[in-house]
């Protein structure tokens, strides 16, 4: 027989659910609904998977009892129900949650990611420093070593079914993606191999940036490694690496750019390709054959390989006045 006491109502709760409407003739089926019902209350509780673990032990521990009280040798039925939680890092999956741009409440980023609206608030201080100016500061979250700072915007929305109620909702526009990978060192020289030949053969200061986030993460013995088997491997790969090495010498901060930041540093190509993917007005001025071309809000349509068409975003997708340019016909686009 099961007892209650205060703190297992709800678990107990959700036990007995399950019974409802089930007409349970052997200890079997028994042990089995005590099963799911456990199952259900970690699955439906708002905690970190740290903090389920330590309840999924407890519950596991339980069953195991109560089934050997049942005489039930199957002790595994809980485990098929509920299995071992998944660490995952909050911080980072909250960053993705942010993405949504029409925002979200703390309640719902927490209902979202299983954790209460106490742990979602004390997050979303470590990742934006500005939401830290009262109370308690906040150590900053980090990702393989580096501080995740991505702007969160807070904005109030008046509830429809009761407008005395201001609902804030959190959403950054910053598409900051934390990716720290697990790589062996020949994955980490085909990957820098990789971004070293678009550097190489377009200029792409992304590629460089990438490189450079890329290399600070990895150990000296890989970087030796590295070295010393692919240094050779292709003209311009170890300089390629001694330029990285230069920039983290001269205490380099690998910091999260937002695309607008980032777009200072692109070349040609890569802003065109930008401002086609986001499909973006610029304002673009052009130099083709003598003559030059001004169109003061367009917008970019690749054409080609390194070939793009500007149009006058108000006769888009029309392309009568539009005009096609590679990056060394263009003399200025923002």
Not at 10 to 15: F, G, L, Q, T, V
Not at 106 to 125: A, H, N, S, Y
């Amino acid at each position: 027989m099961l007892h209650r006491s205060d703190s297992s109502n709800s678990i107990i709760d959700k036990i007995e659910k399950t019974w409802e409407g089930i007409e349970i003739k052997t200890k079997p089926e028994l042990a089995q609904s005590i099963a799911e019902g456990m199952a259900d209350y970690l699955r439906s509780y708002p905690a970190p998977a740290s903090y389920k673990q330590k309840l999924w032990d407890s519950c596991n521990q339980w069953y195991r009892r109560t089934a050997g009280r049942l005489g039930v040798s199957d002790g595994a039925a809980f485990e098929e129900e509920m299995p071992r939680p998944v660490e995952r890092d909050l911080g980072v999956d909250l960053v993705k949650a942010l993405h949504d741009a029409g925002g979200k409440t703390k309640e719902q980023l927490g209902k979202d990611l299983g954790v209460g609206e106490k742990t979602i608030q004390t997050e979303l201080r470590a990742l934006d420093p500005s939401l830290q100016e009262r109370g308690k500061r906040v150590r900053p979250l980090r990702l393989a070593g580096q501080e995740l700072h991505p702007q969160i915007q807070v904005r109030e929305q008046t509830d429809p079914d009761n407008p005395r109620i201001t609902k804030r909702l959190y959403h950054t526009e910053n598409r900051l993606h934390p990716i720290a990978l697990q790589l062996n060192t020949q994955e980490a020289a085909t990957l820098l191999l990789a971004l070293f030949r678009r550097y190489d053969e377009e200029g792409s200061i992304l590629s460089l940036e990438m490189a450079l986030d890329i290399w600070d993460q990895l150990s000296d013995p890989g970087k030796d490694r590295i070295k010393e088997i692919y240094g050779d491997k292709e003209i311009g790969f170890r300089s390629f690496i001694e330029e990285i090495e230069a920039e983290l010498e001269e205490g380099r901060l690998i910091v999260f750019h937002s695309e607008d930041e980032q777009r200072e540093l692109l070349s040609g190509d890569e802003l065109c390709m930008n401002l086609f993917k986001n499909a973006d007005i610029c304002h673009v001025k052009i130099r083709r054959g003598g003559t030059k071309y001004e169109i003061p809000k367009a917008r970019i349509i690749r054409e080609g390989h390194k070939s793009w068409i500007a149009v006058p975003s108000d006769e888009y997708p029309d392309k009568t006045n539009a005009i096609s340019f590679t990056e060394q016909d263009l003399v200025d686009i923002r």
